[in-house]
């Protein structure tokens, strides 16, 4: 028979091991995806590719609606376990994506957040500024838009910072002990 401790230590092993299972959004597990091609790979040799469901994310740089498709151009960056993009690493480079189906500008506006499930079409000549750019082309199929985070970041007088050890810290600090 199994003792209580051990049977405590397989449990919180198992909410632990459960809890690090990292997954894509649901839509994502429709289609099978590619995830290791970078856009790099895509630039060097884009008739290899062509035709290959790609999962990439990054920022919204624009959105511009046409009568029968929406264009987004995007700065990727690399996704994270959960398929979120990672905005404080290095960029690739930029990306655009046409779909047929209707996405608000308002809603996918510049800044926000966005992983894609597509197929490679390709590359577009375009330009960033003044400069010519090659844009690798995705036909988008699935879209996920993440929700904005807002971090705060609270600096606490010196006095408080020490509460776990109380006793040691009124000794020596500049804060009379109550």
Known sequence: ?????????????????????????????TISLDK?????????SPQKYEGVNVLWGGKIVNCINKKELTFLEIMKFPLDADGKPKVDTFSEGRFQVETPSFLDCFIYSPGKLV?????????????IGE????????????????????????????YYRCYWWYPYCCSWSLYPCW
Do not use: N
Request: proline letters at 4%.
């Open 115 to 127: 992983t894609i499930a597509g197929v490679v079409k390709g590359l577009r000549e375009g330009q």
């Open 1 to 29: 028979m199994i003792s209580s401790w051990k049977l405590l230590l397989i449990f919180i092993f198992l909410a632990l091991s459960l809890q690090s299972c990292a997954r894509l959004p649901k839509d994502f597990e």
């Open 36 to 44: 290791k091609i970078g856009l790099s790979e895509v630039l060097e």
């Open 131 to 158: 400069r010519e750019y090659k844009f690798p082309l995705i036909e988008g199929k699935i879209f996920h838009l993440w929700k904005e985070e807002i971090k705060i970041q609270v600096d606490m007088p010196f």
